[in-house]
Every structure is written in structure tokens, then in C-alpha cells.
């Protein structure tokens, strides 16, 4: 592996560990402060801890540009798009339905460059376990657009704790990371180091208790890019199975809802804060259905971090059924 | 480690491991039977198309199901 690479994970780490306390001040000074909603005496927490994020993903990324041209630069403009859009809901808050059509925006880079350079980024033909190539030749364009889309909305969506986000989307780009050594495929292993590297470095500000929340902006530039990743490396099975968790969240909350709406906008919480600290499920029928209320409703009360440790189990198994599945994609090979 | 909490990893980590081998049913029969059985054409698209919404929808429901009685059940206890 390229020296190079190995440099470009580094930056990436260092450039989100100093920069995260940086927007952390900016945040608090200009008032982009969120509740933290799950603790007993509600604490403002500065937001945009994503834009530290975006930053090291940029900035690192863009060192691996002359090795990879065509696939950093697909990379560089599905992220920043991410970007864009998480910024801009973090600061309009736009609604349900919007924000999902313009994530799709976010994979016009990838259908552009799979058109213009099929040798660089392959499209159409993914591999999968046992089958080897698939002939997707009408049914895979019609599911690209949301290669970006649901990983985006559904890391968005199953960012309600401290350090979630960064622990679940980290295991992940590691599972890639494992996933793109096996097929030994480079860009993969250049693309999931930077982002692991910046994820590491922006976990002590996030994990339990927080002292920065992500923002939009965080999970759909994290979304975004573990969606790009995937594609630009082939690896598009892996990646449906690593955000398992995620998408099942996802389903469970847009079918009980009846369709895609904003966070804000759903009245009945999933959850109850009990005067002690601890989460427990809202029996109430017209609460939304979603992978914590399950996980407090078959557990019983837990705390916070409990309810992070058990999503993060989840996450390391989807890791380990990604993994499985590269390995399975070898042998039938 | 509580009894319940460990019981919710079970059966969440079951229910992932379940859409796993759904996915993969659901690609074995696209790819071995209707790929290879059905001529290029509008039906094999909307077949296998189809076929993945089927298997989506069987895997959702089922584990929907699962989720509601355990609901109900926490509700009458």
C-alpha cells in the first residue's frame, strides 16, 4: 500500500481531533446549540461537530487525488453535496420528503463518472456471495440514486445518542475497509482509512456525555461518503448488509409514521426519560416505531450509554455478516 | 449483563441475520431461476424486480409481526 495512504488516514484523524474543539467554540459563540434530550437536566450541546468531520474527509482525500483522480474527485463531490445538504437542514431544517429527494442529487457524480470513464468507476455489474457478477443491466440504475440517499437519511436517523453515530458509521468503515482488502481493492482501502481516521479522531467529542453533536451535516457527509465508498470499490452488497441496523430503523420509523417526515414534526415520542435517567419505551400506540423503542421495550429500562453498548453490538454483527459475505464473494469467485 | 437486555440482543441480532439470508434467497432465486428461465425482456425486469419487493416486504412484515406481539404482550403484563 501506498506510504501515501497510510499519511492521508493520519491527516484525517489529526485534522478531526484539533478541528472538532475549534467548531465547538464557533458553534457555542454563535448559537448552534441543540438540547441533549436524553439527559435528566437537558443540557445545550454545541452542533455542527460534522463540519470538523467534512473537513478531514476533504482535506485528506484530496492528497490521494493524483493517484486516484477519477474516483477522489466522484468522492469529493458526492461528499460535498452530503455536506451541503446536511448544512443547509441544519440551518433551514427542511422537511421529510425535500431533504430525501435532494440526497439523491448526491449520486449524479457517481452515474456521471461511471458514464463518462466505466473503466475507472464499474457500474452495473455488482458481485455478489455464491452467484458471483449479477446482470442488474436496468434494475441497478433505478437503485443508484439511493446508494447515497439511504445511507445518508438512515445514518440521520439513527443519530439520537452520544457517540452513536461515530461508533456505528466507524465500525462500518472498518468492515469496508476488511471488505475492500479481501477483494484487494485499493481505492476501498484508501477511501475507508480516511474516513475511519476522521471518525476516531471526532469520537472523544462525541461519545458519552457529549460534548458536540454532529449535526445534519455529520451523518450526511458520513452517509454519503460510506455510500460513494461502497459503489466507487464494488461493494455495494456489503454495504446494504453493514448499515443493517441503520435501514432497519429506517423502515420500522417511515412505516409507522406513514412516510418520510422530519424528526421535529412527530409529536408522540418513542421514548420516555424517567426522573432517574433511564429510557424506557412509550407504550402509547400512536408512538412511532423505532430500533430503540424496541430495544427498551424487550430490555426494560436502560441508560443511555446501555442503549449505545447494544447498538453497538448490533452494528459489530452487521460488520461480521458484511465480512462474511466478502469472504463468501471470494470463494464462490 | 441483564437477562432482558441480553434477550433483545438475541433476538435483534436474529432478525438481522434473517434479512441477511432473505437477501441472499431472494438474489439466488432472481439470478438461478428467473435470470436463467425467462427471456431478456419487460416480464424478467418486472419479475425480478418483483421478486426482491416480495422478500423485502415478506422479511419487514414478519419481523413487524414479531415486534407488535412482544409489544402487546410487555402492554398486558
Redesign the interface.
Known sequence: MYPIVIFASILSFTLSYLLTPLIIKFSASRGFVGVDIHKPKKPKVPTLGGIAITIAIVVSALLLLPLYPIQITTFLLTVMIGALVGLVDDLKQLSGYPKMLITVVASFPLFIAGYLFPSEIKLGRPV????GK??LT??YWFLLPLAIAVPSNAVNMLEVFNGVMPITCGIASASLLVSSMIINSKIGIALSLILLGSLLGYLPYNKYPAKVFSGNVGSYVVGAAIGSLAIISGLE?EL??VL??HI?NA??VI?SVGGIKERRSIRVRPIIIEVNGLLR?N?DSRAP?T?TR??L????P?TEL?IVN?IT??EL??AM?SLA?SLLKVVSI | MKASKFKALIFLTGVLTYAWIMMLLSLMLVEIGIMRYVSNSTLRTILGIGTYVVFLGIWYFSVKRLINRELQELQKG
Open positions: 455478489v456471495p455464491i452467484l449479477l446482470r436496468i434494475v452488497f446494504i448488509v443493517l441496523p432497519l423502515l420500522l412505516l419505551a407504550n416505531l430500533l424496541v430495544i421495550t424487550l430490555s426494560g436502560l446501555e447494544v453490538v448490533l454483527w452487521s455478516l459475505t
